[in-house]
Protein backbone atom coordinates (compact mmCIF):
# COMPACT_ATOMS: atom_id res chain seq x y z
CA UNK A 1 0.00 0.00 0.00
CA UNK A 2 2.87 2.52 0.73
CA UNK A 3 4.04 1.74 -2.74
CA UNK A 4 1.29 2.66 -3.94
CA UNK A 5 1.01 6.19 -2.39
CA UNK A 6 4.31 6.36 -3.41
CA UNK A 7 3.58 6.66 -6.80
CA UNK A 8 0.90 8.74 -6.44
CA UNK A 9 3.11 10.92 -4.68
CA UNK A 10 5.45 10.54 -7.49
CA UNK A 11 2.65 11.76 -10.13
CA UNK A 12 1.54 14.85 -8.17
CA UNK A 13 4.93 16.20 -7.78
CA UNK A 14 5.32 15.96 -11.75
CA UNK A 15 2.35 17.23 -12.39
CA UNK A 16 3.33 20.39 -10.42
CA UNK A 17 6.70 20.68 -12.29
CA UNK A 18 4.43 20.58 -15.34
CA UNK A 19 2.77 23.42 -14.26
CA UNK A 20 5.86 25.80 -12.94
CA UNK A 21 7.44 24.55 -16.38
CA UNK A 22 4.78 26.05 -18.39
CA UNK A 23 4.55 29.35 -15.92
CA UNK A 24 8.22 29.94 -16.64
CA UNK A 25 7.80 29.32 -20.82
CA UNK A 26 4.40 31.79 -20.32
CA UNK A 27 6.52 34.60 -19.01
CA UNK A 28 9.19 33.99 -21.61
CA UNK A 29 6.71 33.99 -24.59
CA UNK A 30 5.02 37.03 -22.96
CA UNK A 31 8.71 38.46 -23.20
CA UNK A 32 8.90 37.94 -26.80
CA UNK A 33 4.90 39.20 -26.99
CA UNK A 34 4.78 36.23 -29.37
CA UNK A 35 0.76 35.81 -29.17
CA UNK A 36 0.37 32.74 -30.55
CA UNK A 37 2.97 30.50 -27.79
CA UNK A 38 1.01 32.88 -25.23
CA UNK A 39 -2.40 30.86 -25.82
CA UNK A 40 -0.86 27.93 -25.98
CA UNK A 41 1.37 28.06 -22.92
CA UNK A 42 -2.07 29.29 -21.12
CA UNK A 43 -3.95 26.75 -22.37
CA UNK A 44 -1.15 24.03 -21.55
CA UNK A 45 -1.22 25.89 -17.92
CA UNK A 46 -5.24 25.54 -17.90
CA UNK A 47 -4.86 21.53 -18.83
CA UNK A 48 -2.17 21.15 -15.96
CA UNK A 49 -4.45 22.85 -13.29
CA UNK A 50 -7.34 21.10 -14.37
CA UNK A 51 -5.66 17.74 -13.42
CA UNK A 52 -3.76 18.80 -10.33
CA UNK A 53 -7.53 19.29 -9.53
CA UNK A 54 -9.22 16.34 -10.53
CA UNK A 55 -5.80 14.43 -8.82
CA UNK A 56 -6.64 16.20 -5.53
CA UNK A 57 -10.55 15.30 -6.07
CA UNK A 58 -9.64 11.79 -7.16
CA UNK A 59 -7.25 11.47 -4.14
CA UNK A 60 -9.75 12.27 -1.96
CA UNK A 61 -12.51 10.16 -3.10
CA UNK A 62 -10.22 6.99 -2.26
CA UNK A 63 -8.33 8.16 1.05
CA UNK A 64 -10.97 9.33 2.58
CA UNK A 65 -13.67 7.36 4.11
CA UNK A 66 -16.84 7.62 3.45
CA UNK A 67 -18.08 7.89 7.15
CA UNK A 68 -16.63 8.81 10.65
CA UNK A 69 -18.78 6.56 12.31
CA UNK A 70 -17.49 2.81 12.72
CA UNK A 71 -21.09 0.90 11.85
CA UNK A 72 -19.29 -2.43 11.15
CA UNK A 73 -20.95 -4.95 9.06
CA UNK A 74 -20.93 -8.09 7.01
CA UNK A 75 -19.76 -7.55 3.91
CA UNK A 76 -19.39 -11.07 2.04
CA UNK A 77 -17.32 -11.99 -1.25
CA UNK A 78 -18.83 -15.19 -3.04
CA UNK A 79 -16.31 -17.53 -5.17
CA UNK A 80 -15.99 -15.97 -8.62
CA UNK A 81 -17.15 -12.89 -8.38
CA UNK A 82 -15.06 -9.99 -10.11
CA UNK A 83 -13.63 -6.81 -9.36
CA UNK A 84 -16.15 -5.04 -11.08
CA UNK A 85 -19.26 -6.79 -8.91
CA UNK A 86 -17.15 -6.26 -5.77
CA UNK A 87 -16.98 -2.97 -6.34
CA UNK A 88 -20.78 -2.50 -7.13
CA UNK A 89 -21.25 -4.70 -3.80
CA UNK A 90 -19.33 -2.53 -1.87
CA UNK A 91 -21.00 0.80 -2.81
CA UNK A 92 -24.35 -1.03 -2.23
CA UNK A 93 -23.79 -1.63 1.07
CA UNK A 94 -22.09 1.96 1.61
CA UNK A 95 -19.00 1.24 2.53
CA UNK A 96 -17.62 3.24 -0.43
CA UNK A 97 -18.81 6.41 -2.11
CA UNK A 98 -18.76 4.61 -6.07
CA UNK A 99 -17.44 1.11 -7.20
CA UNK A 100 -15.52 3.69 -10.17
CA UNK A 101 -13.25 4.64 -7.47
CA UNK A 102 -12.66 1.32 -5.76
CA UNK A 103 -11.95 0.02 -9.33
CA UNK A 104 -9.81 2.85 -10.35
CA UNK A 105 -7.52 2.58 -7.13
CA UNK A 106 -7.62 -1.06 -7.72
CA UNK A 107 -5.87 -1.27 -11.14
CA UNK A 108 -3.20 1.45 -10.33
CA UNK A 109 -2.54 -0.84 -7.33
CA UNK A 110 -1.63 -3.54 -9.52
CA UNK A 111 -0.09 -1.63 -12.20
CA UNK A 112 2.56 -0.56 -9.23
CA UNK A 113 2.75 -4.29 -8.18
CA UNK A 114 3.32 -4.68 -12.22
CA UNK A 115 1.49 -7.81 -11.22
CA UNK A 116 -2.39 -8.98 -11.39
CA UNK A 117 -4.13 -8.95 -7.66
CA UNK A 118 -6.86 -11.31 -6.64
CA UNK A 119 -9.36 -10.75 -3.95
CA UNK A 120 -9.92 -13.70 -1.66
CA UNK A 121 -14.01 -14.80 -1.37
CA UNK A 122 -15.19 -14.91 2.16
CA UNK A 123 -17.04 -13.35 4.66
CA UNK A 124 -15.37 -9.83 5.58
CA UNK A 125 -16.23 -7.17 8.72
CA UNK A 126 -15.83 -3.81 6.81
CA UNK A 127 -16.84 -0.50 8.23
CA UNK A 128 -17.64 2.62 6.27
CA UNK A 129 -14.68 4.61 8.22
CA UNK A 130 -12.73 2.58 6.41
CA UNK A 131 -11.05 4.45 3.07
CA UNK A 132 -10.77 2.19 -0.25
CA UNK A 133 -7.11 1.51 0.70
CA UNK A 134 -7.87 0.53 4.01
CA UNK A 135 -10.99 -2.04 2.67
CA UNK A 136 -8.45 -3.22 -0.39
CA UNK A 137 -5.85 -4.36 2.10
CA UNK A 138 -8.16 -6.34 3.79
CA UNK A 139 -9.95 -8.11 0.51
CA UNK A 140 -6.18 -8.64 -1.16
CA UNK A 141 -4.84 -10.69 1.69
CA UNK A 142 -7.81 -12.59 2.91
CA UNK A 143 -8.62 -10.62 6.40
CA UNK A 144 -11.58 -12.55 6.73
CA UNK A 145 -14.12 -12.49 9.70
CA UNK A 146 -14.01 -15.61 11.82
CA UNK A 147 -16.46 -17.90 11.00
CA UNK A 148 -16.33 -18.87 15.08
CA UNK A 149 -19.11 -17.62 17.26
CA UNK A 150 -18.62 -17.06 20.23
CA UNK A 151 -21.55 -18.22 23.10
CA UNK A 152 -21.42 -18.32 26.93
CA UNK A 153 -23.31 -21.24 28.76
CA UNK A 154 -23.43 -20.38 31.93
CA UNK A 155 -23.42 -22.78 34.91
CA UNK A 156 -26.88 -23.93 35.95
CA UNK A 157 -28.32 -23.87 32.43
CA UNK A 158 -30.24 -27.01 31.19
CA UNK A 159 -30.76 -27.91 27.85
CA UNK A 160 -33.74 -26.06 26.66
CA UNK A 161 -31.70 -22.76 27.95
CA UNK A 162 -28.60 -23.97 26.21
CA UNK A 163 -30.71 -24.18 23.23
CA UNK A 164 -32.74 -20.36 23.80
CA UNK A 165 -28.96 -19.32 23.71
CA UNK A 166 -27.90 -20.91 20.72
CA UNK A 167 -30.95 -19.91 18.99
CA UNK A 168 -29.75 -16.09 20.03
CA UNK A 169 -26.64 -16.70 18.35
CA UNK A 170 -27.97 -18.26 15.01
CA UNK A 171 -26.53 -21.71 15.91
CA UNK A 172 -29.51 -24.14 16.10
CA UNK A 173 -33.67 -23.19 16.94
CA UNK A 174 -34.46 -24.18 20.21
CA UNK A 175 -36.58 -26.50 20.30
CA UNK A 176 -34.59 -28.89 18.01
CA UNK A 177 -31.93 -28.60 20.40
CA UNK A 178 -34.01 -29.41 23.17
CA UNK A 179 -35.44 -32.42 21.88
CA UNK A 180 -31.35 -33.79 20.46
CA UNK A 181 -29.73 -32.80 23.67
CA UNK A 182 -32.68 -34.21 26.34
CA UNK A 183 -30.95 -37.59 26.86
CA UNK A 184 -27.37 -35.27 27.63
CA UNK A 185 -28.73 -33.28 30.32
CA UNK A 186 -26.60 -32.77 33.13
CA UNK A 187 -23.38 -33.90 30.92
CA UNK A 188 -23.07 -30.56 28.51
CA UNK A 189 -20.38 -28.68 30.19
CA UNK A 190 -21.53 -25.13 31.08
CA UNK A 191 -18.36 -22.48 29.35
CA UNK A 192 -17.46 -20.65 26.98
CA UNK A 193 -17.50 -22.17 23.30
CA UNK A 194 -16.51 -20.84 19.96
CA UNK A 195 -18.93 -23.28 17.60
CA UNK A 196 -18.35 -22.69 13.78
CA UNK A 197 -21.51 -21.22 12.37
CA UNK A 198 -23.69 -24.02 10.23
CA UNK A 199 -21.87 -26.72 13.05
CA UNK A 200 -24.77 -29.44 13.43
CA UNK A 201 -26.52 -30.07 16.50
CA UNK A 202 -24.87 -32.88 17.04
CA UNK A 203 -21.60 -31.62 16.68
CA UNK A 204 -22.61 -28.96 19.11
CA UNK A 205 -23.81 -31.29 21.69
CA UNK A 206 -20.49 -33.72 20.81
CA UNK A 207 -18.02 -30.61 21.68
CA UNK A 208 -19.79 -30.11 25.02
CA UNK A 209 -19.86 -33.30 26.35
CA UNK A 210 -16.00 -33.92 25.50
CA UNK A 211 -15.70 -30.72 27.27
CA UNK A 212 -17.24 -32.50 30.41
CA UNK A 213 -15.19 -35.50 30.00
CA UNK A 214 -12.07 -33.14 30.13
CA UNK A 215 -13.29 -30.91 32.59
CA UNK A 216 -15.95 -32.54 34.89
CA UNK A 217 -15.12 -36.52 34.38
CA UNK A 218 -12.33 -36.64 36.42
CA UNK A 219 -14.58 -35.71 39.46
CA UNK A 220 -16.92 -38.35 39.26
CA UNK A 221 -19.00 -39.86 35.57
CA UNK A 222 -21.74 -40.98 38.95
CA UNK A 223 -25.31 -40.22 37.51
CA UNK A 224 -26.59 -39.42 41.39
CA UNK A 225 -23.79 -36.95 42.35
CA UNK A 226 -24.78 -34.77 38.77
CA UNK A 227 -28.52 -35.22 39.70
CA UNK A 228 -27.53 -33.78 43.33
CA UNK A 229 -25.16 -31.55 42.03
CA UNK A 230 -27.50 -30.37 39.51
CA UNK A 231 -30.49 -29.61 42.35
CA UNK A 232 -27.95 -27.91 44.33
CA UNK A 233 -26.77 -25.55 41.55
CA UNK A 234 -30.20 -24.40 40.73
CA UNK A 235 -30.45 -23.64 44.62
CA UNK A 236 -27.90 -22.65 46.17
CA UNK A 237 -25.35 -20.14 45.58
CA UNK A 238 -21.74 -20.06 48.09
CA UNK A 239 -19.52 -23.25 47.81
CA UNK A 240 -19.90 -23.73 51.94
CA UNK A 241 -24.00 -23.11 51.34
CA UNK A 242 -23.96 -25.86 49.12
CA UNK A 243 -21.68 -28.17 50.86
CA UNK A 244 -24.03 -27.88 53.99
CA UNK A 245 -27.08 -28.32 51.57
CA UNK A 246 -25.46 -31.68 49.93
CA UNK A 247 -25.25 -32.93 52.97
CA UNK A 248 -28.74 -32.22 53.38
CA UNK A 249 -29.75 -33.60 50.74
CA UNK A 250 -27.66 -36.92 50.88
CA UNK A 251 -28.99 -37.23 54.57
CA UNK A 252 -32.44 -37.24 53.67
CA UNK A 253 -31.98 -39.86 50.87
CA UNK A 254 -30.48 -42.04 53.27
CA UNK A 255 -33.59 -41.70 55.59
CA UNK A 256 -35.89 -41.87 52.73
CA UNK A 257 -37.14 -38.53 53.70
CA UNK A 258 -38.67 -36.22 49.88
CA UNK A 259 -36.25 -34.21 48.68
CA UNK A 260 -38.64 -31.02 48.19
CA UNK A 261 -36.87 -29.13 45.81
CA UNK A 262 -38.31 -26.37 43.73
CA UNK A 263 -36.46 -26.29 41.12
CA UNK A 264 -36.88 -30.03 40.47
CA UNK A 265 -40.59 -29.32 39.83
CA UNK A 266 -39.64 -25.85 37.63
CA UNK A 267 -37.74 -28.41 35.39
CA UNK A 268 -41.11 -30.32 35.40
CA UNK A 269 -43.39 -27.90 34.43
CA UNK A 270 -40.20 -27.17 31.66
CA UNK A 271 -40.46 -30.26 30.53
CA UNK A 272 -44.28 -30.38 29.98
CA UNK A 273 -44.63 -27.26 28.14
CA UNK A 274 -42.15 -28.67 25.73
CA UNK A 275 -44.35 -32.24 24.70
CA UNK A 276 -41.69 -33.89 27.11
CA UNK A 277 -43.54 -35.34 29.76
CA UNK A 278 -46.15 -38.21 29.48
CA UNK A 279 -48.80 -36.81 31.64
CA UNK A 280 -49.51 -32.54 31.03
CA UNK A 281 -52.86 -32.90 32.92
CA UNK A 282 -52.08 -31.33 36.30
CA UNK A 283 -49.50 -28.37 34.33
CA UNK A 284 -50.23 -24.60 34.41
CA UNK A 285 -49.63 -23.50 30.78
CA UNK A 286 -47.30 -21.14 31.74
CA UNK A 287 -43.54 -21.70 32.62
CA UNK A 288 -43.89 -19.66 36.49
CA UNK A 289 -40.93 -18.73 38.58
CA UNK A 290 -40.13 -19.32 42.22
CA UNK A 291 -41.93 -19.26 44.69
CA UNK A 292 -43.23 -22.82 43.86
CA UNK A 293 -46.82 -22.81 44.99
CA UNK A 294 -49.13 -25.47 46.61
CA UNK A 295 -50.76 -26.52 43.59
CA UNK A 296 -47.15 -27.34 42.05
CA UNK A 297 -46.20 -29.75 44.53
CA UNK A 298 -48.90 -31.40 43.69
CA UNK A 299 -48.39 -32.45 40.19
CA UNK A 300 -47.53 -35.75 38.55
CA UNK A 301 -44.18 -36.04 37.63
CA UNK A 302 -41.26 -37.84 38.70
CA UNK A 303 -39.37 -34.69 39.02
CA UNK A 304 -41.58 -33.76 41.26
CA UNK A 305 -39.32 -34.53 44.81
CA UNK A 306 -42.38 -33.49 47.20
CA UNK A 307 -44.61 -36.21 45.82
CA UNK A 308 -41.73 -38.81 45.07
CA UNK A 309 -39.05 -39.80 47.29
CA UNK A 310 -35.58 -40.55 46.02
CA UNK A 311 -33.50 -38.49 43.63
CA UNK A 312 -35.61 -37.34 39.94
CA UNK A 313 -35.02 -39.12 37.34
CA UNK A 314 -32.14 -37.16 36.03
CA UNK A 315 -29.92 -33.96 36.28
CA UNK A 316 -32.21 -30.61 35.53
CA UNK A 317 -29.46 -28.45 34.69
CA UNK A 318 -25.53 -28.67 33.70
CA UNK A 319 -23.68 -28.20 37.04
CA UNK A 320 -20.65 -26.86 37.23
CA UNK A 321 -17.11 -28.17 38.53
CA UNK A 322 -17.66 -25.96 41.90
CA UNK A 323 -21.07 -27.30 42.59
CA UNK A 324 -19.88 -30.97 41.94
CA UNK A 325 -17.13 -30.64 43.93
CA UNK A 326 -19.50 -29.29 46.94
CA UNK A 327 -21.57 -32.26 46.20
CA UNK A 328 -18.85 -34.48 46.65
CA UNK A 329 -17.93 -33.10 49.84
CA UNK A 330 -21.02 -32.49 51.93
CA UNK A 331 -20.74 -30.84 55.29
CA UNK A 332 -22.60 -32.60 57.83
CA UNK A 333 -25.16 -30.66 60.55
CA UNK A 334 -27.83 -30.90 62.07
CA UNK A 335 -29.99 -28.86 59.63
CA UNK A 336 -32.86 -30.84 57.75
CA UNK A 337 -34.01 -27.83 55.95
CA UNK A 338 -32.95 -25.05 53.93
CA UNK A 339 -34.68 -22.27 52.03
CA UNK A 340 -33.01 -19.03 50.00
CA UNK A 341 -34.01 -15.56 50.80
CA UNK A 342 -35.70 -12.53 48.93
CA UNK A 343 -31.60 -11.33 49.09
CA UNK A 344 -30.37 -14.67 48.08
CA UNK A 345 -29.04 -15.65 51.48
CA UNK A 346 -29.34 -19.60 52.51
CA UNK A 347 -31.74 -20.07 55.58
CA UNK A 348 -30.96 -23.45 57.08
CA UNK A 349 -33.51 -25.19 59.98
CA UNK A 350 -33.02 -28.20 62.38
CA UNK A 351 -36.65 -28.93 62.78
CA UNK A 352 -39.53 -28.23 60.31
CA UNK A 353 -41.33 -26.15 62.92
CA UNK A 354 -38.26 -23.69 62.54
CA UNK A 355 -38.50 -24.15 58.91
CA UNK A 356 -41.86 -22.84 59.00
CA UNK A 357 -40.93 -20.45 60.95
CA UNK A 358 -38.17 -19.11 58.65
CA UNK A 359 -40.14 -19.33 55.73
CA UNK A 360 -42.91 -16.88 57.44
CA UNK A 361 -40.17 -14.27 58.12
CA UNK A 362 -37.91 -14.61 55.02
CA UNK A 363 -40.56 -15.37 52.16
CA UNK A 364 -43.62 -12.78 53.51
Not at 27 to 39: A, D, E, N, P
Not at 208 to 223: E, G, P, V, Y
Not at 317 to 345: F, H, M
Amino acid sequence: MKHLKNYWSIFVKKLVDLKERLVLVFFKMSFKRSKIFIIISLFCILIATCMIGGFVYLQRQINHPVSKQENYQIFIINQGETVKEIAENLANQGLVRSGFFFRLYFKQLEKSFNKSLTIKAGTYKLSPHLNIPEITEKLIYGLIESQDIKVVIPEGYNVFEIGGKLEENGLAKQKEFFEAARSKEGYLFPDTYQFKKGSSIQAIISKMSANFDKKAAALTQDKDVITIASLIEKEVVSYDDRRIVSGILWKRIEKGMPLQIDSSILYAKMLALNNAEPNRKNYVEKQDHNPVSIDDTKIDSLYNTYKYKGLPPGPICNPGTEVIRATLNPIQTDYWYYLSSKDGKTIFSKTYEEHLKNKEKYLR
